[in-house]
């Protein structure tokens, strides 16, 4: 069974703050990464994609890449209540590069208080 | 570039009634998907399509779902007949081949009662 997980939350974090939200995922064979957002009532937002071990930052996001310990993750820095949403980790569990289809994380819900 | 284009985005009808979903993906996109989206369940994959052939239905729930893509910019998921647990929003994403992330259509949200 190929899953991600994802804390669920809420993740509360005060604005101007750093927000980190976490992933795992079961499949070691796995090539793509990537961190959608989706507000409520809305269809999911790519905003991150990364492939390699190490950190890609892009503007205030960074997301971060441990194949590893099988890890993803993604910070935001000078957290907006505008990021307020739920941010759901996507993983292409298919070896080579392929268009298998991603498996989601059921979503992190952030909240950034004013 | 328009998006991927859903219809409708709302839809209501009576359980036993037959229910089509319709999906324009964009233009030059090889790779077209179905999720299903619940609270309980968050996105799950129903089928897929690269170049217009169906590759992998597992995730379709029985035999009361069923997808075509007859040409490169159009796919229909039909549900009949439709039953209060197949509420749920239903996305359909596109992409090009190579491990590149999807775009997601608005979305249909399906009630059934």
Redo the contacts between chains.
């Keep these: 069974q190929k899953e991600v997980e994802q804390n669920s939350g809420p993740l509360s974090v005060p604005e101007g703050a750093i927000a980190s939200l976490n992933c795992t995922y079961s499949d070691r064979g796995s090539?793509?990464f990537?961190w959608?957002r989706q507000y409520s009532g809305?269809?999911?937002?790519?905003i991150m994609?990364i492939?390699s071990n190490g950190d890609k930052e892009d503007g205030r996001f960074t997301a971060q890449l441990n194949k590893a310990s099988q890890y993803v993750s993604l910070l935001i820095r000078d957290s907006q209540p505008s990021d307020s949403a739920t941010y759901?980790c996507?993983v292409?569990m298919g070896a080579g590069?392929?268009?298998t289809?991603?498996?989601?994380?059921?979503?992190t819900r952030l909240s950034v208080i004013a | 570039d328009a998006g991927v284009i859903q219809s409708p985005r709302h839809e209501v009808t009576e359980m036993g009634q037959e229910v089509t979903l319709r999906c324009k993906p964009i233009s030059g996109h090889n790779s077209l998907f179905w999720y299903r989206q619940t609270m309980m369940r968050g996105l799950e994959l129903l089928i897929y399509f690269n170049n217009n052939v169906p590759i992998d239905d597992s995730g379709m729930p029985e035999d009361r779902f069923s997808a075509k893509m007859p040409n490169a910019s159009f796919s229909t998921l039909k549900i009949q007949p439709s039953e209060p647990r197949d509420s749920a929003v239903y996305f359909c994403a596109s992409s090009l081949a190579g491990g590149y992330g999807y775009t997601f259509g608005s979305g249909t949200r399906l009630t059934v009662v």
């Design positions: 090539q793509s990537f959608y809305k269809s999911p937002e790519l994609s492939y759901l996507a292409n590069a392929g268009n289809p991603l498996v989601f994380g059921k979503g």
